[in-house]
């Protein structure tokens, strides 16, 4: 059974940080980029971070490039998403996701393969 276990939402100040966690089992690891994509009320998902396992190159959302930081543990099949410096417009669910290519989670066409039942992270102002 897939499963993707996502950990670390939580109520942050504007200028905060927050690691999310997202714990993958079921599929192998190694054959998927994993990322995160996240949904804001009233608004349609979005991409924000995925890495590849083959050159383990990070690519991220122009919205979140250069607060964001993904990063993954290939011995336990684990990927964590650093938030620094959030703001309010970076309240929503974020997803733990896994697809087949760095465009299906940045772009979400088409849509990843697996997902996890997402966190909550709030930004306050």
């Known amino acids: 059974e897939v499963q993707l276990v996502e950990s670390g939402g939580g109520l942050v100040q504007a200028g905060g940080s927050l690691r999310l966690s997202c714990s993958a089992s079921?599929?192998?690891?190694?054959?998927?980029?994993m990322g995160w994509v996240r949904q804001a009320p009233g608004k349609e998902r979005e991409g924000v971070a995925c890495?590849?396992?083959?050159?383990?190159?990070?690519y991220y959302s122009p919205a979140v490039k250069g607060r964001f930081t993904i990063s993954s543990d290939n011995t336990d099949n684990t990927v964590s998403l650093l938030l620094n410096d959030l703001q309010p417009e970076d309240t929503g669910v974020y997803y733990c996701?896994?697809?087949?290519?760095?465009?299906?989670?940045?772009?979400?066409?088409?849509?990843?393969?697996?997902w996890g039942n997402g966190t909550l992270v709030t930004v306050s102002s």
């Open positions: 890495k590849t396992h083959s050159k383990g190159s990070a």
């Open positions: 996701v896994a697809g087949p290519n760095v465009y299906t989670i940045l772009n979400g066409t088409p849509r990843p393969n697996y």
């Open positions: 079921g599929f192998r690891f190694d054959d998927y980029v």
